[in-house]
């Protein structure tokens, strides 16, 4: 299952899209791109990649990657810069199953 939305501005256009991969026992992976074009000159475009492990019965995420991506380009100059975070949920009071 897979659904996109797209924000136009002035500045810049954000499209998201969102799709629900394999599911193993309770968790669902889910998976979302968003992607920032700037309108700009002087552009930043930006794109985050989320991957989330998820518990639907308890509402929660269990584990996850989120990776950023920002490439700026000027007149003389192009800067790429990635981040990468990862989470892990390490207790939940209302589930004792991780």
């Known amino acids: 299952m897979a659904w996109a939305r797209t924000a136009k501005g002035q500045v810049a256009d954000v499209t998201t899209t969102y799709s629900v991969g394999s599911i193993d026992g309770a968790i669902a992976n889910v ?28 509402l929660v995420p269990v584990s996850g990657k989120v990776v950023l991506h920002a490439r700026s380009s000027g007149a003389s100059s ?20 991780p």
Not at 31 to 57: G, L, M, R
Not at 78 to 97: A, H, K, Q, Y
């Open 31 to 58: 998976h979302e791109q968003s992607t920032v074009s700037s309108k700009s000159v002087a552009t930043i475009d930006t794109t985050v990649t989320t991957d989330v492990q998820y518990k639907p019965a308890v």
């Open 78 to 97: 192009v800067t790429n810069v990635t981040t990468i975070g990862n989470f892990e949920r390490l207790s939940d009071t209302r589930d004792s199953s």
